[in-house]
């Protein structure tokens, strides 16, 4: 008999990695040469969302600042190269995330779907073990729009499918999430939603079907159980 759970989908940071706060810190960095201040409080209710460029983008929009698409490609650039600095600095996988993602990978198919670099995501799994479990990894710039567009999610899904085949089907494939942005991003895809509560409480995770501390805290009969629903 097969199981009602068909695939997983990641978000990565806030989810899988504990790098939410580097992010941050490395946006600091990157602002602090243009005598631009983020604030953790603006950081986690306005921008988080976004992928690295959508982030200095809306900043531009939200405090009139003339940034032209030459200087958001800049501060990208900067802002990747002190998070590449941080990353390297710390464990950064959140507790129980290499063994939920293994088990979870030996049962049915899996990918990530971030606003993240691909190089930083790529490093991280790599030097985890975990890279050889995904079967597709999304990241910034692979799609047009970044979540909450579902376009990373549908993405990730036909990908998954090309693995998995016609059968695989949205309302039994699982995105695990950790902000609003994500969720609606999901929601769009017409996936079935987990959100963590890693980097928000649980009552600003609107959306959520189901609502865990961690990956050390969900299992799949908790999964099989939201997609047999």
């Not at 900043?59 to 600042?65: E, M, T």
């Not at 129980?96 to 990530?112: L, M, Q, W």
């Not at 729009?145 to 699982?174: C, I, Q």
Request: hydrophobic share 45%; aromatic share 6%; glycine share 6%.
């Amino acid at each position: 008999m097969s199981r009602p759970l068909q695939a997983v989908i990641f978000d990565f940071d806030g989810v899988i990695a504990n790098s939410e706060p580097l992010h941050l810190m490395a946006f600091q960095q990157a602002l602090e040469h243009e005598g631009v201040e983020l604030t953790t409080h603006d950081y986690y209710s306005r921008y988080l969302g976004y992928d690295d460029a959508g982030v200095f983008e809306a900043l531009a929009r939200d405090r009139r600042l003339q940034m032209s698409a030459t200087d958001v490609a800049t501060l990208v650039a900067r802002k990747g190269e002190h998070m590449e600095a941080l990353l390297h600095s710390d464990a950064v996988l959140f507790p129980g995330a290499a063994e939920f993602i293994r088990d979870t990978a030996a049962a049915v198919p899996i990918a990530i779907a971030s606003g993240a670099q691909r190089h930083e995501i790529v490093a991280i799994v790599e030097s985890a073990g975990l890279a050889h479990l995904f079967a597709a990894i999304v990241a910034s710039g692979d799609t047009p729009e970044s979540k909450p567009s579902p376009a990373p999610y549908r993405l990730a899904f036909d990908r998954l499918r090309e693995v998995a085949g016609d059968a695989l089907d949205p309302r039994r494939t699982v995105a695990i999430e950790d902000s609003r942005w994500g969720l609606e991003s999901a929601d769009g895809a017409g996936l079935r939603r987990v959100a963590v509560t890693s980097s928000y409480p649980a009552h600003e995770l609107v959306g959520a079907e189901l609502i865990v501390d961690g990956l050390n805290a969900l299992t799949l009969a908790a999964l099989d159980r939201l997609c047999a629903h």
